[in-house]
């Protein structure tokens, strides 16, 4: 069973690497999915005994009732089975016994494959306006490989960059590159806060990378390549604030999200772009205050927040925390840091 738990746990995290160039879609009538959930699904039913007799500690029955609380307040069950996918793996992964340098050691090659396969398209694949016959946003001259945006493709490189930052701090530096080459504000922004808070001794670096960039980048053709822009900023203030309007009507209940596809991609018009906005949309106010408790409970567990930081800052600017690949990675690299730590002891 070992053997079998390092073997999918590998296979999930490389995965990931690939984002949406491993997304499937075989039935019109069906959602799509993607290789970590049937992988997932596989890791959890194989694990099924330790889940049963998962320890009701208080971080646990926090756990369970910021699920419980989404299970029952939103009707969308497929968007709310996959949350609850992703958190169970986190808790079974509390309870394994694991090889932590293998797990750091696959963790780096996947983010690897993610800055190497951005760069790779940005210089042999720049223009993307193809997939907006797919429903995809027409990104020309940006990094958007390979979760096909900017923004979320721009997250997943900057927790490549604290990832490294404890083993190998010249190698994180490597992931500036494609990073700036995302030209998305919202990542460079909140890579740029969380070293900051995380020593301002980095103030000087921040401030260099993001002054550099807004020098020597390459002004090309496409609207992404204009950092001035406000467009993208005046619209996603726009469909926020009037999903709030609506919130207030009825902050108990929430809205009812209904489209399949809302389960795997999270930033469309219909749902909010602040994490937290989305979650009381989903599950109304219970659901977002059984969340926040869970979150600061995970916070003051961690002796290393800078990735818990930089996707709440993130947050703000699109719905990161839910993003599939960003939520799991995120999840998964904090089991391993709670297992590094000894912190398991206090969550058991």
Same mark, same amino acid.
């Given at each position: 069973?070992? &053997?079998?738990?390092?073997?999918?746990?590998?296979?999930?995290?490389?995965?990931?690497?690939?984002?949406?160039?491993?997304?499937?879609?075989?039935?019109?009538?069906?959602?799509?999915?993607?290789?970590?959930?049937?992988?997932?699904?596989?890791?959890?039913?194989?694990?099924?005994?330790?889940?049963?007799?998962?320890?009701? #500690?208080?971080?646990?029955?926090? #756990?369970?009732?910021?699920?419980? !609380?989404?299970?029952?307040?939103?009707?969308?069950?497929?968007?709310?089975?996959?949350?609850?996918?992703?958190?169970?793996?986190?808790?079974?992964?509390?309870?394994?016994?694991?090889?932590?340098?293998?797990?750091?050691?696959?963790?780096?090659?996947?983010?690897?494959?993610?800055?190497?396969?951005?760069?790779?398209?940005?210089?042999?694949?720049?223009?993307?306006?193809?997939?907006?016959?797919?429903?995809?946003?027409?990104?020309?001259?940006?990094? &958007?490989?390979?979760? @096909?945006?900017?923004?979320?493709?721009?997250?997943?490189?900057?927790?490549?960059?604290?990832?490294?930052?404890?083993?190998?701090?010249?190698?994180?530096?490597?992931?500036?590159?494609?990073?700036?080459?995302?030209?998305?504000? !919202?990542?460079?922004?909140?890579?740029?806060?969380?070293?900051?808070?995380?020593?301002?001794?980095?103030?000087?670096?921040?401030?260099?990378?993001?002054?550099?960039?807004?020098?020597?980048?390459?002004?090309?053709?496409?609207?992404?390549?204009?950092?001035?822009?406000?467009?993208?900023?005046?619209?996603?203030? *726009?469909?926020?604030?009037?999903?709030?309007?609506?919130?207030?009507? *009825?902050?108990?209940?929430?809205?009812?999200?209904?489209?399949?596809?809302?389960?795997?991609?999270?930033?469309?018009?219909?749902?909010?772009? *602040?994490?937290?906005?989305?979650?009381?949309?989903?599950?109304?106010?219970?659901?977002?205050?059984?969340?926040?408790?869970?979150?600061? #409970?995970?916070?003051?567990?961690?002796?290393?927040?800078? @990735?818990?930081?930089?996707?709440?800052?993130?947050?703000?600017?699109?719905?990161?925390?839910?993003?599939?690949?960003?939520?799991?990675?995120?999840?998964?690299?904090?089991?391993?840091?709670?297992?590094?730590? !000894?912190? #398991? !002891? &206090?969550?058991?």
């Amino acid at each position: 069973m070992k &053997t079998i738990n390092k073997f999918l746990i590998a296979s999930i995290i490389l995965s990931l690497a690939f984002g949406q160039l491993l997304r499937f879609h075989f039935v019109s009538f069906l959602p799509p999915f993607y290789l970590h959930d049937l992988l997932l699904i596989i890791f959890l039913t194989i694990n099924l005994p330790i889940l049963i007799h998962l320890p009701l #500690t208080t971080f646990y029955k926090e #756990t369970f009732l910021f699920l419980i !609380s989404l299970l029952i307040f939103n009707p969308n069950q497929l968007l709310t089975f996959r949350i609850i996918v992703y958190f169970l793996s986190f808790l079974l992964l509390l309870r394994l016994k694991l090889d932590l340098n293998f797990f750091i050691k696959i963790n780096q090659l996947a983010f690897a494959l993610v800055a190497l396969l951005g760069l790779w398209q940005f210089f042999f694949l720049p223009d993307l306006r193809i997939l907006a016959s797919l429903g995809w946003d027409d990104h020309l001259n940006r990094l &958007t490989f390979p979760y @096909l945006d900017p923004n979320f493709t721009g997250i997943v490189l900057a927790l490549g960059f604290f990832s490294f930052q404890d083993q190998s701090t010249w190698l994180s530096f490597l992931f500036l590159i494609p990073l700036a080459l995302t030209y998305s504000r !919202s990542a460079w922004i909140s890579w740029f806060l969380t070293l900051i808070i995380s020593s301002k001794r980095y103030l000087r670096l921040g401030l260099v990378f993001i002054i550099l960039s807004l020098i020597f980048l390459p002004r090309r053709f496409g609207e992404g390549n204009n950092l001035f822009r406000t467009y993208s900023i005046k619209s996603r203030l *726009n469909n926020d604030a009037l999903i709030f309007r609506r919130l207030l009507n *009825n902050p108990l209940k929430g809205e009812f999200i209904s489209k399949y596809h809302l389960i795997y991609s999270f930033n469309r018009a219909e749902t909010a772009n *602040n994490s937290f906005l989305f979650v009381w949309q989903i599950g109304g106010l219970v659901t977002l205050l059984t969340f926040m408790k869970l979150l600061f #409970t995970i916070l003051k567990r961690l002796t290393k927040p800078q @990735l818990w930081i930089l996707v709440i800052v993130a947050s703000f600017f699109n719905n990161v925390f839910f993003y599939p690949f960003i939520l799991i990675w995120l999840l998964w690299i904090t089991a391993f840091q709670f297992k590094a730590s !000894s912190s #398991t !002891s &206090t969550l058991s």
